[in-house]
């Protein structure tokens, strides 16, 4: 009767980690998938960098001494450019970051491992029969049987 509750016991164990473990990482998987749905999308900074590039090839071509001012214009114009473009990364990078909301997640799938861990520290979760591993030797079971 004891043994058949101890066997209950090992397989509930199972059953708990296993659906504890793939409800946070479902919960993880879904939080970045709507993440990046709901990110930003690059046609600005596709669009800023043609325009980089334009201006550049234009001021390039311009390579009389009648033409400086205007391809000295269009260099500053093109700095410019990058210089938003720098803004905007640096704006994508901050919107994708870790937000509360991940942060949390992440702390709470640490502490539930950790829980996990301890809570099962000296319960099998699960066990391997000696027939399985019987071709490996008496050392393979040692091993399992010491942790």
């Known amino acids: 009767m004891e043994e058949t509750l101890n066997e209950r016991g090992k397989s509930f164990a199972a059953i708990v980690v296993f659906v504890i473990v793939f409800l946070l990482h479902f919960v993880t998987k879904y939080l970045e998938s709507h993440k990046r749905k709901k990110g930003p999308d ?10 980089i590039k334009q201006l550049l090839k234009e001021a390039s071509s311009l390579s009389q001494p009648s033409t400086f001012a205007q391809a000295a214009k269009l260099r500053r114009m093109a700095a410019a450019k990058e210089k938003e473009l720098a803004k905007y990364l640096e704006m994508q990078k901050k919107e994708m970051s870790f937000g509360s909301c991940e942060k949390l997640i992440m702390i709470s799938k640490i502490v539930s491992y950790i829980v996990l861990i301890i809570w099962f520290w000296k319960i099998p979760v699960t ?19 010491l942790v």
Not at 42 to 51: A, H
Not at 129 to 141: I, W
Request: cysteine-free; charged content about 20%.
């Open 127 to 145: 066990t391997i029969s000696d027939q399985l591993v019987q071709p490996f030797g008496s050392v393979f079971l040692r091993f399992f049987l």
């Open 42 to 51: 690059g046609n600005l900074d596709v669009e800023l960098r043609e325009q």
